[in-house]
T-cell receptor, first 112, second 115 residues
Framework: KQEVTQIPAALSVPEGENLVLNCSFT??????LQWFRQDPGKGLTSLLL?????REQTSGRLNASLDKSSGRSTLYIAASQPGDSATYLC???????????FGPGTRLSVLP | DAGITQSPRHKVTETGTPVTLRCHQT?????MYWYRQDPGHGLRLIHY???????DKGEVSDGYSVSRSKTEDFLLTLESATSSQTSVYFC??????????????FGDGTRLSIL
């Protein structure tokens, strides 16, 4: 059974710092990977999707990469802002795109 | 924001009663999903649909059934609710699926408490 670990579980940084969130899968056969953010009491917001033919995606200050040989993904956030405070979740699937397995999330606090 | 509406947003009910949650989308996306989110377990897939009247089971489907009679609506039913089904339920939609995965977009969730 696929299991997902996200490290760290929680992170508190001052505004302006660059930071890296990590996600790893017990089964490295991940074809598609998504990163989401979740604000308290809200649903998930899609940030980046790395499709099966890709290794990396960028959107603004966010960059996500996927190492398929190890089943590890990183989300890089540049120049963090207080508005980035949220829980960040990764999710990977087995290529069929229907059964994404989610990690437990990293709770990020960016202090002004 | 993607046009996804979940109803009700909050519900409290008693063990043994039937419960139906509704997900309505205005995006005409083919794929729809039901997840539950619990502390210590994260998000887990209950059921999904890949078209009208086409559904399949997810990781935690026991005790749940779904129906999709129209593209825009995906219903999740707990035939006889149990306390272990107390959770936050999320609906998600996606344009693509097998071989053409697209991002999933989520509703704001339904908080269900079963006493």
């Amino acid at each position: 059974k696929q299991e997902v670990t996200q490290i760290p579980a929680a992170l508190s940084v001052p505004e302006g710092e660059n930071l890296v969130l990590n996600c790893s899968f017990t089964d490295s056969a991940i074809y598609n990977l998504q990163w989401f953010r979740q604000d308290p009491g809200k649903g998930l917001t899609s940030l980046l999707l790395i499709q099966s033919s890709q290794r990396e995606q960028t959107s603004g200050r966010l960059n996500a990469s996927l190492d398929k040989s190890s089943g590890r993904s990183t989300l890089y956030i540049a120049a963090s802002q207080p508005g980035d405070s949220a829980t960040y979740l990764c999710a990977g699937d087995d290529n069929y795109g229907q059964n994404f397995v989610f990690g437990p999330g990293t709770r990020l606090s960016v202090l002004p | 924001d993607a046009g996804i509406t979940q109803s009700p947003r909050h519900k409290v009910t008693e063990t043994g009663t039937p419960v139906t949650l509704r997900c309505h989308q205005t995006e005409n996306h083919r794929y729809m999903y039901w997840y539950r989110q619990d502390p210590g377990h994260g998000l887990r897939l209950i059921h999904y649909s890949y078209g009208v009247k086409d559904t399949d089971k997810g990781e935690v489907s026991d005790g749940y059934s779904v129906s999709r009679s129209k593209t825009e609506d995906f219903l999740l039913t707990l035939e006889s609710a149990t306390s272990s089904q107390t959770s936050v339920y999320f609906c998600a939609i996606s344009e693509g699926g097998q071989g053409a995965v697209q991002p999933q977009h989520f509703g704001d969730g339904t908080r269900l408490s079963i006493l």
